[in-house]
Structure formats: C-alpha cells, structure tokens
C-alpha cells in the first residue's frame, strides 16, 4: 500500500560551514548549520536563565518592548495565540527578548506577562545587557534589534516570530504581525514536534 501522507521537514536556515572531515579513512564534506549560542539573560521572575532552559525543546524567540508604540501590541496578541495553542506542552516554549532593558525590568515585564494573561515558566520574557541582546538578535536569530533614537519608541526590530529545533537551529522565519504569519508558525511547531517523533 502506498502512503499518500509526506514527511514533510523544515528547512535549516541560517549560515552554514563546510568542513572536511575523514571518515573511515576518507576525506568527506559535511555542513555545520550554525547554532544559536550559549547566553544569559534576566527572566519576569528575576532569575538568571542560560541556553539550558531550552536544552531538548523547540522554541519561538521574538524581539519586543513594552513601551513599543507601534508593532509589539499586535506581536504580542499573535504570540498569545502560540502560547494558548501549545500551553502545557512540555516540548515548547516561548522566548521574548526586551531590546529595552533600561526601562523593561525583571518587574516591568512580570507585570506585562501578567497583562497577557501568561502565568509558568512555558513563556519567558528576557532582559539583559543590551549590547548581548542586539547581537544574539542581529547575528544568531538574524533579526533587526536595536537602538533608534529616530524610530517611534526610540528602538528598531523586526516583527519576525523565530522558529528554534532542539539542536538551536533556526527552522522557520515568520511575520509576527499577521495572522497568515502566526497560523503557518502554528502549523510548523506540529510539523517539527513530528519530526521528532520519527
């Protein structure tokens, strides 16, 4: 019987090296998809949370503030979608970086997760060191994050919803801004979850 159903995978995005490497004796060709690197960050809750609190889970990483006046408002409605779609999934979490960390506290942004309605450890919302939040954004999650003094807000980042696999690669980008752009990042969470259980 054929099977009319397709595995159907997501690709790696991001850089990528070659390197040589000798197998049994031959010299082979391997890429090395690049990864999203150790880093420490401030949580809502006041603790100080590294890479391991993502360590076996898939997870979605934006960039926001709580002040923004233009797109985090909508980022956040769709992202609460996410959140209540996968909530009690122990294989997801959620991942929001404040690229304000002067004015977004530990206490600020515990009382905006609060706002949204999000309670647990499932959705972390992060601070830190702006310098280590703009380059994590910029160079590893390929997003727009950073300081402006000419933009509302006075901060520039992108609307993208970042899709991340269990080995820290970047497997799908989406505009977090949209319906359209949240449902397929929906969808794209149950489609790597499968690929796991393959």
């Known amino acids: 019987m054929i099977s009319c159903k397709e595995d159907r995978k997501l690709p790696i995005l991001g850089e990528r090296d070659v390197v040589k490497k000798t197998v049994d004796g ?16 401030v949580n809502q809750e006041g603790d100080t949370v590294s890479e391991k609190i993502v360590e076996g889970k898939i997870y979605v990483a934006d960039f926001f503030f709580t002040t923004c006046p233009t797109i985090c408002p909508v980022m956040k409605r769709q992202m609460v979608k996410v959140y209540n779609q996968y909530k009690g999934n122990p294989d997801v979490m959620i991942l929001s ?5 002067d004015h977004d506290t530990p206490q600020v942004l515990k009382k905006f ?11 972390q919302f ?4 702006k310098e280590k939040i703009y ?12 300081e402006d003094k000419t933009a509302d807000g006075g901060y520039i980042h992108s609307g993208a919803f970042i899709l991340v696999d269990k080995e820290k690669h970047i497997r799908g980008m989406y505009d977090g801004t949209t319906e359209e752009g949240t449902q397929k990042l929906i969808a794209d969470i ?3 979850l499968e690929e796991y259980k393959q």
């Open 26 to 41: 031959k010299e082979v060709v391997d890429t090395v998809f690049n990864a999203i690197p150790a880093f420490t960050f």
């Open 97 to 101: 970086h404040s690229i304000d960390p």
């Open 113 to 123: 997760a609060t706002d949204l309605g999000i309670s647990g450890d499932q959705w």
């Open 126 to 129: 992060l601070t830190g060191e």
């Open 135 to 146: 380059e994590i954004g910029q160079k590893k999650y390929l997003s727009t994050a950073k």
């Open 190 to 192: 149950k489609t790597l």
